[in-house]
């Protein structure tokens, strides 16, 4: 997607337009795997995608050892910086596994 198709959805689902989440946390998957690329961890937002993103060990089968999963509305906040991880993973929003599996440090990306 274009970056400013997906800004567009972003600002709009802040404004309130609901049906523009799906696109938004795309974009901002998207974002996430451009900036950050490789696949040592995999960050899924269900139902909307999942990206695999930061350097490091490669798997090749099965579930990844790096997961980190959360609610769309959860991601879109995290990603343009509304809340942090820390707030998020102690309660209890934010499922993550693995020694890789904190991408605190490459949010927020808007």
Known sequence: MK?????????????GDESQLATSVRFLLE???SRFPGNSVEVRVPPFGAVQCVEGPRHTR????????MAPT?????????TN???LTE????AASGTRADISKHLPLV
């Open 62 to 69: 099965g579930t990844p050892p790096n997961v980190v999963e």
């Open 91 to 94: 309660a209890g929003r934010i």
């Open 74 to 82: 959860d991601w879109v906040a995290l990603a343009v910086g509304e």
């Open 31 to 33: 974002e996430l795997s």
């Open 3 to 15: 970056p400013e198709d997906g800004l567009t959805a972003l600002a709009a689902y802040r404004a």
């Open 85 to 87: 991880w820390s707030a």
